[in-house]
């Protein structure tokens, strides 16, 4: 009924065949492949990963890739590129925005349902003056989309967890209010959500209710655990930097309560990918650590999948 996965990006030392057989090997039905342009990586962690070069793809790259597909019987849930297409510098929004137009139509070649990405936000800016950006810049975008018959999924991270991203973080989706806003802005259908419940928790939020609300939005699903240290919460407060008092977590290590994630899930009738997000610090020690961590949260959650 739910085709479970996993991101790519964890990975990153692997070539897509080889990503496409530990998937297929470990009883995966799906992948989200990072495409990050080959010369204009993200030095953060997990970004930078390119599992297809979308800049450089050819009729019979796209053909292997397919093939690939049959041989391991894995299906790619979405493609995947996380920038900041808002970002201060134009030039470096412009890129990331022409980037993403060149993943929908690579998406579209490989019969691929979803591009999954960020809004994008200037961080110094307010959300009203934020959202004016996004009207500007975004329709060229689901044009594209919507020219080529494929789902843009954006995921719902604040991106501020450090100084770096201060005061205001680098993504605007980040809300159920501003999701609002952003489909009131482009109502088109195929405009949606890659939710991620984890960042609502630490946002001290329902993670649960939006899957009611915006069924019809959800394009795809990012599994990842979030823990919040209340000790240290009570200490800096909700207005510190978000790493001082949350971290990742391997789904069922940390607070989201996924039993009634899936209850939800399955209410409104969800039938898309659910891929697990491996960010937790614990499992990066070696390639070992990176292969348990996705294999002890397909585990987990297998509880509520059935036969997946």
């Not at 009207?135 to 450090?162: L, S």
């Amino acid at each position: 009924m739910l085709d479970l996965g996993f991101v790519s990006a964890i990975l990153a030392d692997y070539n897509l065949e080889n990503v496409l057989k530990f998937a297929s090997q470990h009883g995966f039905r799906c992948v989200e492949v990072m495409c990050w342009p080959k010369d204009n990586s993200d030095s953060r962690r997990y970004a930078g990963v390119s599992h297809i070069d979308v800049a450089a793809l050819t009729t019979d790259e796209v053909n292997d890739i397919r093939h690939r597909l049959k041989e391991y019987r894995v299906n790619i849930s979405g493609l995947g590129y996380y920038p900041n297409p808002l970002d201060p510098d134009p030039e470096k929004a412009e890129f990331y925005r022409e980037h993403i137009k060149k993943i929908i139509k690579a998406a579209a070649a490989l019969k691929v349902p979803v591009v999954n990405t960020f809004i994008g936000r200037n961080p110094k800016l307010s959300v009203t003056e934020n959202l004016k950006l996004f009207a500007e810049h975004w329709p060229a975008i689901v044009r594209v989309a919507e020219e080529y018959n494929v789902k843009i999924g954006i995921e719902n991270c604040p991106m501020w967890f450090t100084d770096d991203e201060w005061p205001g973080g680098k993504n605007l989706a980040t809300t159920p209010a501003i999701w609002d806003k952003l489909f009131e802005i482009i109502p088109s259908p195929i405009f949606g959500l890659n939710y991620d419940p984890s960042h609502l928790v630490w946002q001290m939020m329902d993670e649960v209710r939006p899957i009611y609300d915006y069924k019809d939005r959800l394009h795809h699903i990012h599994l990842k655990d979030v823990k919040v240290y209340r000790d240290k919460l009570n200490r800096v407060g909700i207005m510190a930097n978000p790493l001082e008092y949350h971290s990742p977590k391997l789904p069922g290590l940390g607070d989201v309560n996924w039993r009634g994630f899936f209850a939800a899930l399955t209410d409104v009738r969800y039938r898309g990918p659910v891929v697990i997000e491996v960010e937790d610090k614990a499992y990066e020690g070696n390639l070992q650590d990176v292969q348990a961590a996705i294999l002890t949260s397909r585990n987990y959650l297998r509880q509520f999948l059935g036969g997946a």
